[in-house]
Antibody, heavy 119, light 106 residues
Framework: EVQLVQSGAEVKKPGESLKISCKGSGYIFTSYWIGWVRQMPGKGLEWMGTISPSDSDTRYSPSFQGQVTISADKSIDTAYLQWSSLKASDTATYYC????????????WGQGTLVSVSS | DIQMTQSPSSLSASVGDRVTITCRASQGIGNDLGWYQQKPGKAPKRLIFAASSLQRGVPSRFSGSGSGTEFTLTISSLQPEDFATYYCLQHNSYRTFGQGTKVEIK
């Protein structure tokens, strides 16, 4: 069974750093891309970027370029989304999702990680 | 950037109704479009890929059509479990979601 299991909810202060994770199982992790999606409270879905775990080829949506870093560790079948300095506006639920190739639509999704940033 | 205009933003319908949701792309995207269902507090679930292909395990009352710039998701007979928010996603150039359509009980 294909599963993407994300790390737990986080409560942080503005200016702090954070790295959340997404662990794949039930499939060959390096054969699929991983994408990240943001959903701010009560709002719609926004695509952030994608990574190929096999070679770490990473592509960011223009709105998120320079705001976050996407990475992967293929030795432990895990992808990451990180911030160097959080802002209150980063408060959102973040989902990872699996893509068959770099330009496909995602099929399986993680359960989401809620990130709350407040002073 | 490709913009996706989804309509309506919300609708009220009764069990058994036929429901149609539309997404319009700002430029042609071929059939590079998926439809997703999201229930409160849950991750999105893919219903349709490649504009008209039904995801395995998804009931046949869901169907997708269109190509180029105009796409439609149809629910032929709305069921109680279908009350949710629906999103289109273009993946022809980067990826862009539609704004979402909330389907509520009339």
């Amino acid at each position: 069974e294909v599963q993407l299991v994300q790390s737990g909810a986080e409560v942080k202060k503005p200016g702090e750093s954070l790295k959340i994770s997404c662990k794949g199982s039930g499939y060959i992790f390096t054969s699929y891309w991983i994408g990240w999606v943001r959903q701010m409270p009560g709002k719609g879905l926004e695509w952030m970027g994608t990574i190929s775990p096999s070679d770490s080829d990473t592509r960011y949506s223009p709105s998120f370029q320079g705001q976050v870093t996407i990475s992967a560790d293929k030795s432990i079948d895990t992808a990451y989304l990180q911030w160097s300095s959080l802002k209150a506006s980063d408060t959102a639920t973040y989902y990872c999702a699996r893509l068959a190739y770099s330009s496909s639509s995602p099929d399986y999704w993680g359960q989401g990680t809620l990130v709350s940033v407040s002073s | 950037d490709i913009q996706m205009t989804q309509s309506p933003s919300s609708l009220s319908a009764s069990v058994g109704d036929r429901v149609t949701i539309t997404c319009r792309a700002s430029q042609g995207i071929g059939n590079d479009l998926g439809w997703y269902q999201q229930k409160p507090g849950k991750a999105p679930k893919r219903l349709i890929f490649a504009a008209s292909s039904l995801q395995r395990g998804v009931p046949s009352r869901f169907s997708g059509s269109g190509s180029g710039t105009e796409f439609t998701l149809t629910i032929s007979s709305l069921q109680p479990e279908d009350f949710a928010t629906y999103y289109c996603l273009q993946h022809n150039s980067y990826r862009t979601f539609g704004q979402g359509t909330k389907v509520e009980i009339k």
